[in-house]
């Protein structure tokens, strides 16, 4: 079989590298000729776990290979995939234009029947509109089946996503293009993972419902932090406990500044005006994008209460990809906070492991530096807000030294509480101190430190400051 892939993003990338594992012949394509020439140089043009091997491996063996030249590589195919962007506009709306233009450009080169697979995620409708459209633009001699057939894969771990997923799901009408696809995935289903046959309106549904239910779990944890902040309690604790529940499962349960990604914030805004539209209020959706909201509003508050003005106070930032393990600050909480940090006057100085350079595109205004120690030096404080394990191996007692005021705010609930705490400093988490209690034990370190800098003379700050780039 010959499978073009549109779209070499995370999702048509690595679903174009496995299918490529499972013995078919693939050619992944993209308008952008630069991407596409480092792919034929041999370069990964996304941060993925294990990708590289698998590129290396299938274009050696000759079923790879990636193509700027649409019209060269669909002819033949049997399968043409849409992986394109489907990025969100205002009000909940998709744009729809690199899907359309994809489409257009495959059924301008197509020379005999053709399965249309839509993996992009499409607004609920998208696979009928589309049946319609292709009916309009094609010959009625030609046949073109449409599949709808979501994808689950999470940065971050998208291969090891692919290859080992929870189910997979086909939507369509066509029994021919169901047996080829189920072909296509037949490695998978030899290994038992479930295959999902249903229509495209409810293929399409599934994967809303999906990201929707993560993103409702996310919410919800963190409604249950905030309330454990009011009483005291502490919500790792809830959220071990909760997951114990054989109903309830443990993932998606660390509470934390919000959810955020090319994902999940996008996905629960389509789903609400895709609702709207057919005359139906999506109420918990409208309340789960009120919710996140929220979240990361609140960690600007909790900063403004602990530091008072944020007018020339130095903060170090600790993490700003939208999650761990991927370069991307797509909706990530963090570049809402630097921005809203930086608005109020405060000092700003982040450090991430993979993501500064897409940061500094966004937000060029604060100082981006190489380690987490520079970001720390002199600051009043440090807020970490992307869970990279390399912070829970940093030198504490040397960050403790080196700051104004050794107080750490632990937005992801990820270093060691018990170990922060015996090397001196005031630790703040989500859903683990009670805000009172914060503002009584920031005073106190306001107050230590003000000692400090009276019994030594004063430390040179500034450009002196190593790993500032
Ligand atoms: C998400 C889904 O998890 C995938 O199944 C789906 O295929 C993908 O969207 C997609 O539609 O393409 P992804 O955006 O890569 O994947 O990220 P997630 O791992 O779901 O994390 C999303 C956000 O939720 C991140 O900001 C993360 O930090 C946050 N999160 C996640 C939490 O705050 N707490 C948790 O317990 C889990």
């Known amino acids: 079989m010959k499978i073009t892939v549109v779209g070499t993003g995370y999702v048509g990338l ?41 590129l ?25 995939v849409i992986a394109v962007g489907t990025p969100g506009k205002s009000g909940g709306e998709t744009d729809l234009e690199h899907f359309h233009r994809a489409i257009s450009d495959v059924l301008a080169n197509i020379d005999s029947r053709l399965i249309l697979v839509i993996k992009s995620t499409v607004p609920m409708g998208t696979a009928a509109r589309t049946r319609e459209w292709v009916k309009q633009i094609t010959n009625p001699d030609q046949r073109i089946d449409i599949v709808s057939n979501p994808e689950f894969l999470r940065q971050g771990s998208a291969v090891n996503d692919f290859l080992n997923p ?28 479930p295959v999902v046959l249903t229509s495209n309106e409810t293929a399409e549904m599934i994967k809303y419902a999906a990201n929707t239910f993560l993103a409702l779990k996310i919410s919800y944890i963190n409604e249950i932090a905030n309330m454990c902040d009011h009483f005291g309690a502490d919500v790792t604790k809830v959220a071990e406990a909760l997951g114990m529940d054989s109903r309830i499962g443990p993932s998606f349960l660390e509470a934390g500044p919000g959810f955020g990604g090319s994902c999940l914030p996008k996905d629960v805004k389509s789903f609400v005006n895709s609702s709207k539209k057919r005359g139906y209020t999506f109420r918990l959706g409208k309340a789960i994008i009120s919710a996140n909201a929220y979240q990361r509003r609140a960690v600007v508050a909790k900063v403004k209460s602990l530091l008072g003005s944020l ?22 909480p963090a570049m809402y906070v630097i921005k809203r940090l930086h608005h109020s006057g ?23 530096v190489n380690d987490a120690y520079a970001a720390c030096d002199g600051a009043d404080i440090a807020v970490l807000l992307t869970a990279w394990d390399e912070f829970r191996n940093l030198d504490f007692s040397r960050i403790h030294q080196s700051m104004a005021q050794p107080i ?7 270093l060691n509480r018990d170990q922060l705490g015996k090397l001196g400093f005031v630790y703040f988490a989500t859903g683990r101190a009670t805000l009172g209690d914060a503002k009584q034990h920031v005073e ?12 030594k003379p004063a430390r040179k700050r500034g450009p002196a400051i190593a790993g500032i780039n």
């Open 56 to 80: 290396t491996r299938n274009v050696a063996a000759g079923r790879l290979s990636f193509s700027h030249d649409l019209p060269v590589a669909v002819p033949g195919s049997d399968v043409a």
């Open 166 to 193: 929870d189910r997979i799901i086909i939507g369509g009408d066509s029994r021919h293009a169901l047996r080829l696809m189920r072909e296509v995935y037949g490695p998978l289903e030899k290994r038992n993972i």
């Open 408 to 414: 750490i705010y632990d937005t992801r609930n990820a």
């Open 311 to 332: 007018r020339g106070k130095r903060i170090a930032i600790l993490g700003l990809a939208f999650k761990a393990n991927t370069d991307d600050v797509r909706e990530s």
């Open 346 to 368: 405060a000092k700003v100085r982040a450090y991430d492991p993979a993501a500064s350079a897409p940061a500094r595109r966004e937000v060029p205004r604060i100082q981006y």
């Open 14 to 54: 690595v679903a174009g590298a496995c299918f490529a594992e499972f013995g078919q012949k693939v050619v992944c394509v993209d308008y952008d000729r630069q991407k596409i020439s480092q792919l034929n140089a041999g370069e990964v043009p996304i941060f993925e776990d294990g990708l590289e091997d698998l």
């Open 444 to 455: 106190t370190v306001a107050a230590v430190a003000r000692k400090k800098r009276k019994a």
